[in-house]
């Protein structure tokens, strides 16, 4: 039977099993992710990004989830950037799955999820992500949730060393 997967708000104790997976897999996520600190492979270092993150929930500008497979944690994803305005309501969605756990559709599955949670808690219009142009399991993602890609910033995010090109995508949330 396939996994099933959930979302939560993160919490301090996901530091140690979100270091285990960043430091496993450094080196795969190289291309695609911006470069991690040294500190951000341990659990004290993923500690102090967890209440940053969690005081940006606080804030109201971001609402980081972790993604659950069966209870255990298998990656992130985050609502980023919200801005509430009544002429905006809109955020920005990113996500991570560790590779022992991808290819079983829990980015697709936890996309979703984020998705009714930015509709139906935080009253938001629309969702923005941007990936690099080959990161095609990432673009499958965003597709199979209803996202269209709708241009190009060019040398807009610096990944492995070299300034690459973002492909932006939108999708409008139900009202
Ligand atoms: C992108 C990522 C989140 C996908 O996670 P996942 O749980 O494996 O994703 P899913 O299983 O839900 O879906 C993957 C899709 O990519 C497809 N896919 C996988 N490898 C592919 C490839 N080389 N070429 C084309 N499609 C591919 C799968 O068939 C699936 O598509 P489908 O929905 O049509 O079946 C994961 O690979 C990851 O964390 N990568 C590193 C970090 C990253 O890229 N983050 C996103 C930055 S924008």
């Given at each position: 039977?396939?996994?099933?997967?959930?979302?939560?708000?993160?919490?301090?104790?996901?530091?140690?099993?979100?270091?285990?997976?960043?430091?496993?897999?450094?080196?795969?996520?190289?291309?695609?992710?911006?470069?991690?600190?040294?500190?951000?492979?341990?659990?004290?270092?993923?500690?102090?990004?967890?209440?940053?993150?969690?005081?940006?929930?606080?804030?109201?500008?971001?609402?980081?989830?972790?993604?659950?497979?069966?209870?255990?944690?298998?990656?992130?994803?985050?609502?980023?950037?919200?801005?509430?305005q009544p002429h905006l309501r809109r955020a920005t969605v990113g996500y991570w799955i560790?590779?022992?756990?991808?290819?079983?559709?829990?980015?697709?599955?936890?996309?979703?999820?984020?998705?009714?949670?930015?509709?139906?808690?935080?009253?938001?219009?629309?969702?923005?992500?941007?990936?690099?142009?080959?990161?095609?399991?990432?673009?499958?993602?965003?597709?199979?949730?209803?996202?269209?890609?709708?241009?190009?910033?060019?040398?807009?995010?610096?990944?492995?060393?070299?300034?690459?090109?973002?492909?932006?995508?939108?999708?409008?949330?139900?009202?």
């Open positions: 039977m396939p996994a099933e997967t959930r979302i939560r708000l993160i919490e301090p104790a996901d530091a140690a099993p979100i270091a285990a997976h960043r430091a496993r897999d450094a080196a795969a996520f190289r291309r695609w992710e911006p470069a991690q600190s040294a500190a951000l492979l341990t659990p004290e270092g993923q500690a102090a990004r967890i209440d940053r993150l969690l005081a940006g929930h606080r804030a109201g500008t971001a609402w980081p989830a972790v993604v659950l497979a069966d209870g255990e944690v298998v990656g992130q994803a985050t609502v980023s950037g919200i801005l509430p560790a590779t022992t756990a991808q290819q079983r559709g829990h980015a697709g599955r936890a996309l979703a999820l984020l998705l009714r949670l930015m509709t139906d808690d935080l009253g938001l219009h629309r969702a923005e992500a941007s990936t690099h142009l080959e990161n095609l399991p990432s673009q499958r993602v965003l597709r199979r949730n209803g996202f269209t890609p709708y241009g190009v910033a060019h040398s807009a995010i610096l990944l492995d060393g070299a300034w690459q090109d973002s492909l932006l995508w939108e999708r409008i949330l139900a009202e």
